[in-house]
């Protein structure tokens, strides 16, 4: 683990990022209500191990909103770039402790990066195994994790196995409150033959 102790100060010295203009989250569906539609309405179209994989996710309480700005791209259902925007939020009241914020905000954000390095591969295409090898987080701004903030992820590079996903979490007003980055092994089923 590598931890700053950099005390907080105040310095003209500052820029950022232009959070991205993307719909907010009231009109999006969420991502548990996204999967529920697939399975009611497609159910003679998927296999039943699919079925069976989304049954799942659905029975998992995982205590965190995420509405897809594509739901489509998201779960993967369509082949896209390797850029994803995703709303998401704890789900109840965290308190106003800012590192239980902190907390919760690195807890969402493992579940999402890497899945942007999937997103170019075919449709149909199978991931054999993923896993994270590192996770680093820069906290910039306070921020409340169970509040809506706007999940940018890109992942710059894949191949070999390996893929990189960087992410940033935007509060609704527009100021950057974390960054991160990923790497992790990410194989597809034939490569694990």
């Not at 969420?30 to 699919?50: C, G, I």
């Not at 989304?54 to 791209?73: A, G, S, T, W, Y």
Request: charged letters at 25%.
């Amino acid at each position: 683990m590598q931890a700053s102790f950099k005390c907080e100060e105040e310095d003209p010295l500052q820029h950022q990022f232009t959070m991205p203009q993307v719909p907010g989250p009231e009109g999006l569906e969420s991502s548990n209500d996204f999967l529920q539609r697939q399975l009611d309405e497609n159910p003679d179209t998927m296999s039943e191990k699919e079925r069976k994989m989304i049954i799942n996710m659905l029975k998992q309480k995982f205590h965190v909103d995420k509405r897809p700005v594509d739901p489509e791209l998201y779960h993967l259902r369509k082949q896209g770039e390797p850029k994803r925007y995703v709303w998401v939020r704890a789900q109840g009241n965290i308190g106003e402790n800012l590192k239980l914020q902190q907390c919760v905000a690195g807890f969402i954000s493992d579940i999402a990066l890497l899945g942007a390095a999937m997103q170019p591969a075919p449709t149909g295409h199978k991931v054999g195994f993923i896993t994270s090898l590192d996770h680093s987080m820069w906290f910039h701004n306070p921020f409340r994790a169970d509040e809506w903030m706007l999940y940018e992820i890109e992942s710059p590079q894949c191949g070999k196995g390996k893929a990189l996903s960087i992410g940033r979490m935007w509060r609704q007003d527009g100021v950057l409150a974390v960054s991160m980055a990923q790497e992790g092994v990410v194989r597809s089923h034939k490569s694990m033959l």
